[in-house]
């Protein structure tokens, strides 16, 4: 796996009474993922949508027999297949797939009435029935996971006649082991566990220049991180579910010539979906976290980290903030209590 990102800002700032200042930015990030394990995760998508459309059928007095295991697997082996076949015309895939579909299903002996509302059912499950993201099986993995940071401004002044750069750079070396653990309980329920640990040495450079000036500092870490997190999701149907998501997070950073920190950031993560009538639909989305020096420079795999990436700062709000909206993005998580709470109501008008 990989992580490679490159950012470049100019700007020019300009201010009523002062000539223009010119600042430029850029920074470059290398992540490399080198890993070795044992187990798999398959993906189930197809699988549940066999059953949707099964059930729809059913509702509808289509199904002529009660299908078996077998016959559900053979049903959603062709959805997963015809699911990534490419094609150019979107229409044309579409006919392609339901054709397939209908095919496996009369060749399989499921229906005995094919007419109208057979299809139009077929159809609205296949192309309008909601995907969700669901995984089964267990997979334990190891590896490391070298990491490099370059993070360089510079600033022109010509009202004072100053030029000066501030460039910061990490390199570092991080061993992991990771857990997966995904679980379709049943057709509406679904278990998911994901536990990490991070651990590893980088060190930072920082060199400030001003004219002829320049400073200069080295700082070593020693970082780890330990991720736990559970989701649990209920998917009554093809409109509607609802998820949650408790996490911990402990961190331990080791800085040379000072204190050894420990941190900590725990919290839920909440998520729901309902389909009220063909045209109004509700949604809401809520978090809650505690965090005290947790150190979030760790570069965890980045398949494990629900425990604080799956909850943005910038959507978070602290309690003792009175302000409606936040006015800019928060990097960094905050420590103490944070919370955020959206709520939407979309009606469709035609």
Known sequence: HGNLEYNLSPKTQKETSRENIKRSSQYFVITPYLSFGKGRIEPIESARQAVDILLSLQKHGRLSVSPNKSLIDSLARVANRIRYKRFFDFRFKTIYQLEELDKALQGMGLVDTIDMVYFANLNDIWNYARTYKR?????????????????????????????????????????????????????????????????????????????????????????????????????????????????????FTSEKDAD???????????????????????????????????????????????????????????????VPFPTEATTGLVNGIAYDFSFSLTYALF
Do not use: C
């Open 135 to 251: 995984g089964t099986g267990t997979r334990f993995e190891g590896g490391i996971i070298p990491a490099f940071y370059a993070n360089l401004g510079k600033t022109e002044d010509p009202n004072v006649s100053a030029k000066t750069k501030n460039n910061t750079m990490n390199y570092g070396l991080y061993g992991f082991f990771s857990l997966n653990r995904m679980r379709p309980v049943s057709y509406a329920w679904q278990s998911d566990l994901m536990l990490d640990l991070t651990f590893g040495y980088d060190k930072e450079i920082r060199k400030y220049e001003q004219n002829d000036e320049v400073e200069k500092t080295e700082t070593e870490y020693l970082r780890s991180m330990l991720n736990a997190s559970w989701q649990f999701g209920f998917f009554p149907n093809t409109r509607t579910y609802a998820g949650i998501t408790p996490y911990a997070g402990l961190t």
């Open 260 to 322: 050894n920190t420990f941190g900590v950031n725990t919290g839920f993560r909440f998520d729901s979906y309902y389909y009220i009538s063909p045209r109004l639909r509700i949604s809401l989305r809520a978090g809650f976290y505690y965090a005290h020096n947790f150190d979030d420079k760790v570069p965890t795999p980045f398949w494990n980290t629900v425990s604080y990436i799956g909850q943005s700062v910038q959507h978070l709000r602290e309690t003792n903030d009175n």
